[in-house]
């Protein structure tokens, strides 16, 4: 059976694809940073199964600055497919720290990539790239070939990072695709990110636990999906004849507003009793009105996103309700 090696396996979309690989029969091994805390919630579940861990699934310590570690992980377990998700995901928090958003998301994707050039056997390699690429761009809904024009250091990092998979595509023959990934969401989301952020909010003041939501601009627009979905496209991927970029999208977008507004509802409450806003929470710069096309997605990969925003509103509320209760 195939073996992978994830990193950022203690993610949303690390965990959803570990699930999912392990279902499919793979033998998974995920990149782990040494930390003195070693609570893996979202992996927890399957951490904690005796029939899977150290049997079907298996953690190593490697940062990813860590290129020797990185290496002899690689050398030992000798992954068919390799899936990068790891990295300064905080689009908002880049601002804050440019240089280490850089050093992970960018260099350490060129890291990686550089390894593999040397390797005898080389897995299949996915990057999971990001709509930040596109930054402000010309053309509304953007596609694979939309020009890369971001406007915050996150968008930059990504820039270099899918540029460089490509170049190592074309140049040095690597299977190497990038998901180029609009916002994707679920339960499991972080909760500094905006999404989670309301749907807990909105749990816990149905609940009686709090009484506030604070929050920056409302008006961004943003293209929603659900990150299981969106997992199982990175998998579909690396399972074609020929590497290539695809954008995983739902095509739809929706303001943040929009998404309060469905979340607060779905417990019987009016975000407009609730809302404060704060300019710590707004940026720099920001990306305006992204919406992704996932024509050649759907085509090629036979993949179609079916959970829509305001449906994903509902859902991340009533599972954060649950897990308060
Ligand atoms: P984004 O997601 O920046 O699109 O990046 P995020 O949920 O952080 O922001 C979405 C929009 O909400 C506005 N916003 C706030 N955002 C946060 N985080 N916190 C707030 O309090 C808040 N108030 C308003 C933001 O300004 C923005 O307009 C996500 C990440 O997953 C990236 O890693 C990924 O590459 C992109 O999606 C595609």
Same mark, same amino acid.
Request: hydrophobic letters at 35%; proline letters at 5%.
């Given at each position: 059976?195939p073996?992978?090696l994830?990193?950022?396996?203690?993610?949303?979309?690390?965990?959803?694809?570990?699930e999912?690989?392990?279902?499919?029969?793979?033998?998974v091994?995920? #990149?782990?940073?040494?930390?003195?805390?070693?609570?893996r919630?979202?992996l927890d579940? #399957?951490?904690?199964n005796?029939?899977?861990?150290?049997?079907s699934?298996?953690?190593?310590?490697?940062? #990813?600055?860590?290129?020797?570690?990185?290496?002899?992980v690689?050398?030992?377990?000798q992954?068919?497919?390799?899936?990068?998700l790891?990295?300064?995901?905080?689009?908002?928090?880049?601002?804050?720290?440019?240089?280490?958003?850089?050093?992970?998301?960018?260099?350490?994707?060129?890291?990686?990539?550089?390894i #593999?050039?040397?390797?005898? $056997?080389?897995?299949?390699?996915?990057?999971?790239s990001?709509?930040?690429?596109?930054?402000?761009p010309?053309?509304?809904?953007?596609?694979?070939?939309?020009?890369?024009?971001?406007?915050?250091?996150?968008?930059?990092? $990504?820039?270099?990072?899918?540029?460089?998979v490509?170049?190592y595509?074309e140049?040095?023959?690597?299977?190497?695709?990038?998901?180029?990934?609009?916002n994707?969401?679920?339960?499991?989301?972080? %909760?500094?990110?905006?999404t989670? $952020?309301?749907?807990?909010?909105?749990? %816990?003041?149905s609940?009686?636990l709090?009484?506030?939501i604070v929050?920056g601009?409302l008006?961004g627009?943003r293209?929603?999906?659900? /990150?299981?979905?969106?997992?199982?496209a990175?998998?579909?991927?690396?399972?074609?004849?020929?590497?290539?970029?695809?954008?995983?999208?739902?095509?739809?977008?929706?303001?943040? %507003?929009e998404?309060?507004?469905?979340?607060?509802?779905?417990?019987g409450?009016?975000?407009?009793?609730?809302l404060?806003?704060?300019?710590?929470?707004?940026?720099?710069a920001?990306?305006?009105?992204?919406?992704?096309?996932?024509?050649?997605?759907?085509?090629?990969?036979?993949?179609?996103?079916?959970?829509? /925003?305001?449906?994903?509103?509902?859902?991340?509320?009533?599972?954060d309700?649950?897990?308060? $209760?």
């Amino acid at each position: 059976m195939p073996t992978a090696l994830i990193t950022g396996i203690t993610g949303q979309d690390g965990s959803y694809l570990t699930e999912q690989l392990l279902d499919r029969g793979y033998t998974v091994h995920g #990149l782990v940073r040494r930390t003195s805390n070693t609570v893996r919630t979202r992996l927890d579940p #399957l951490f904690h199964n005796k029939g899977v861990y150290n049997k079907s699934l298996f953690l190593h310590y490697a940062d #990813l600055d860590d290129a020797t570690t990185i290496r002899r992980v690689l050398v030992k377990t000798q992954p068919d497919e390799l899936y990068h998700l790891a990295g300064q995901s905080h689009v908002g928090a880049s601002f804050d720290i440019p240089e280490s958003t850089c050093q992970f998301t960018a260099m350490g994707t060129l890291k990686l990539l550089e390894i #593999l050039r040397d390797l005898e $056997k080389q897995p299949r390699f996915l990057h999971i790239s990001s709509s930040e690429i596109f930054g402000r761009p010309d053309e509304f809904p953007q596609h694979e070939h939309t020009p890369m024009r971001p406007v915050t250091p996150y968008g930059v990092a $990504k820039t270099f990072a899918t540029q460089m998979v490509q170049l190592y595509r074309e140049s040095f023959g690597l299977f190497a695709c990038n998901a180029i990934c609009y916002n994707h969401e679920s339960p499991r989301r972080g %909760e500094s990110f905006v999404t989670r $952020k309301i749907t807990k909010a909105a749990a %816990e003041i149905s609940l009686g636990l709090n009484d506030e939501i604070v929050l920056g601009s409302l008006d961004g627009r943003r293209d929603w999906g659900s /990150a299981p979905e969106y997992t199982t496209a990175m998998h579909l991927m690396l399972q074609q004849d020929a590497p290539d970029d695809y954008v995983l999208a739902t095509g739809k977008t929706h303001s943040v %507003e929009e998404f309060l507004d469905a979340a607060f509802r779905s417990v019987g409450l009016k975000y407009k009793n609730h809302l404060k806003q704060n300019p710590k929470y707004m940026r720099p710069a920001e990306v305006t009105r992204l919406v992704g096309d996932p024509t050649h997605a759907k085509q090629r990969l036979e993949w179609t996103p079916t959970t829509t /925003a305001l449906e994903l509103a509902k859902q991340m509320t009533a599972a954060d309700v649950e897990s308060l $209760k």
